[in-house]
């Protein structure tokens, strides 16, 4: 019982280079989420995936895609990576609804670096 | 939109009690969560709290003032491996939208 995983676990990029961190989680949770944590900012939402088949914007989704590509897993991509996207990225899974308390269940998470 | 606002950072010796607050305003609130962050780590789940008053578990207490907006984590007879970074987050719109404070680095000092 592995949690959630996240590939890879870290990554140095080019401006303008793209790539897909991958997360997959195992405890047939219903949500999906993914954050992004800078240096005295807490954990930002990127975009979340609340349900198989659906995905909505958080509070930072410019410059990034994602993908819910079965209940398992949940994708993000960098288009076009920019320096501004440095930063540690992490896949979190839930479940969500009224009693569920949503417990956020993190993977180990990326360090990226945009050059 | 969610704001939280936590202290940056909190000093405490090893054996006592630190209480870490946070304040909160949102829209369509339903909990608040407790999160502990190791350096290099992952966030882990500490406690959650949707109703007034304390929830414990363990050496670690929550408690919840609604009508204040208002949540503190308290920590008991503190260990070195309690240094980590502690966050506050807000469960709201629908039950699906966790939104993190910017979190409080507890230091334990011998």
């Known amino acids: 019982n592995a949690g959630v995983t996240q590939t890879p676990k870290f990554q140095v990029l080019k401006t303008g280079q793209s790539m897909t961190l991958q997360c997959a989680q195992d405890m047939n949770h219903n949500s999906m989420y993914w954050y992004r944590q800078d240096p005295g900012m807490g954990l930002r939402l990127i975009y979340y995936?609340?349900?198989?088949?659906?995905?909505d914007k958080g509070e930072v989704p410019n410059g990034y895609n994602v993908s819910r590509l079965n209940k398992r897993e949940f994708s993000l991509r960098l288009e076009s990576a920019a320096p501004s996207q440095t930063s540690v990225y992490f896949c979190a899974s839930s479940e969500i609804g009224q009693g569920a308390k949503n417990i956020q269940y993190f993977g180990a998470g990326t360090r990226l670096s945009v050059l | 939109g969610q704001s939280l606002e936590q202290p940056s950072e909190v000093t405490a010796v090893e054996g006592a009690i630190v209480q870490i607050n946070c304040t909160y305003q949102?829209?369509?609130?339903?909990?608040l969560s407790w999160y502990q962050q190791h350096d290099g780590g992952a966030p882990t789940f500490l406690s959650y709290?949707?109703?007034?008053g304390l929830e414990e578990t363990g050496r670690f207490s929550s408690f919840l003032s609604r009508s204040d907006s208002y949540g503190y984590l308290l920590l008991q007879e503190l260990q070195m491996k309690d240094s980590a970074s502690y966050f506050c987050?807000?469960?709201?719109?629908?039950?699906?939208?966790?939104?993190f404070g910017t979190g409080t680095k507890l230091q334990v000092i011998p």
């Open positions: 995936s609340a349900s198989e088949g659906t995905t």
């Open positions: 949102t829209s369509g609130f339903y909990g």
């Open positions: 987050a807000v469960l709201s719109g629908g039950y699906q939208k966790v939104t």
């Open positions: 709290n949707a109703l007034d």
